[in-house]
């Protein structure tokens, strides 16, 4: 069992920067991928960021790319996801999830923290 909670949100300026976290209870964190979605008012739920249970494999959405970086301390039981340059389009409910394999699916990770939102302004 996982339990995760997310923190680190918050209203920020476009173009600005937030570092959401995620802390994990449980000592097998270290065997899992971690992903972070995003869902925005009447919108599905979206892949944003995963890295795998080592920390070397991450992959990124494509509207991410390049502005956002996914991060893990396994010592410390934690995810991150550094957000830069950030656009009123990334204004969203942030997630963090657990799950076996670093997918864009939201089926597949076992478990989900409650969210923390994120709020960009122009």
């Known amino acids: 069992q996982v339990q995760l909670v997310e923190s680190g949100g918050g209203l920020v300026q476009a173009g600005g920067s937030l570092r959401l976290s995620c802390a994990a209870s449980g000592r097998t964190f270290n065997t899992y991928a971690m992903g972070w979605f995003r869902q925005a008012p009447g919108k599905e739920r979206e892949f944003v960021a995963g890295i795998s249970w080592s920390g070397r494999g991450t992959h990124y959405a494509d509207s991410v790319r390049g502005r956002f970086t996914i991060s893990r301390d396994n010592a410390k039981n934690t995810v991150y996801l550094q957000m830069n340059s950030l656009k009123s389009e990334d204004t969203a409910v942030y997630f963090c999830?657990?799950?076996?394999?670093?997918?864009?699916?939201?089926?597949?990770?076992?478990?989900w923290g409650q969210g923390t939102q994120v709020t960009v302004s122009l």
């Open positions: 999830a657990a799950g076996p394999s670093v997918v864009v699916r939201t089926a597949p990770y076992e478990y």
